[in-house]
């Protein structure tokens, strides 16, 4: 059974840093692209970025880059996401995903169908 766990947000003040875990089993770690998405509420999921399937190439989304840095251990089968600088509009729950696809544009892993998700952690910034 594939599985996924989004783990480590919490409340956070503005500036402040979080690193989100994706923690995976049930399936081969090394053969998909991974993804990170996150939703506010009332608003529409967003991808935040993409890794392959070693994690050695990533993509983001264009409003992302800078303050968010995905990161890969292979040994554990885990995802992070490293979040820095953070802002109240970054309050939403985050999610990991895989995509069974695992396409390429050029050099840039693309996670546009996920098809397995995890459940996700609550991310909440105040000022």
């Known amino acids: 059974e594939v599985q996924l766990q989004a783990s480590g947000g919490g409340s956070v003040q503005v500036g402040g840093s979080l690193r989100l875990s994706c923690a995976t089993s049930?399936?081969?770690?090394?053969?998909?692209?991974i993804g990170w998405f996150r939703q506010a509420p009332g608003k529409e999921r967003e991808e935040i970025g993409c890794?392959?399937?070693?994690?050695?190439?990533?993509s983001y989304a264009e409003s992302m880059e800078g303050r968010f840095k995905i990161s890969t251990d292979n040994a554990k089968s885990t995802r992070y996401l490293q979040m820095d600088s953070l802002k109240p509009e970054d309050t939403a729950v985050y999610y990991c995903?895989?995509?069974?696809?695992?396409?390429?544009?050029?050099?840039?892993?693309?996670?546009?169908?996920?098809?397995?998700w995890g459940k996700g952690t609550q991310v909440t910034v105040s000022s």
């Open positions: 995903a895989v995509d069974r696809t695992s396409e390429f544009r050029g050099y840039s892993p693309l996670c546009l169908g996920p098809d397995y």
């Open positions: 049930g399936f081969d770690f090394a053969a998909y692209n």
């Open positions: 890794t392959d399937s070693t994690g050695a190439y990533t």
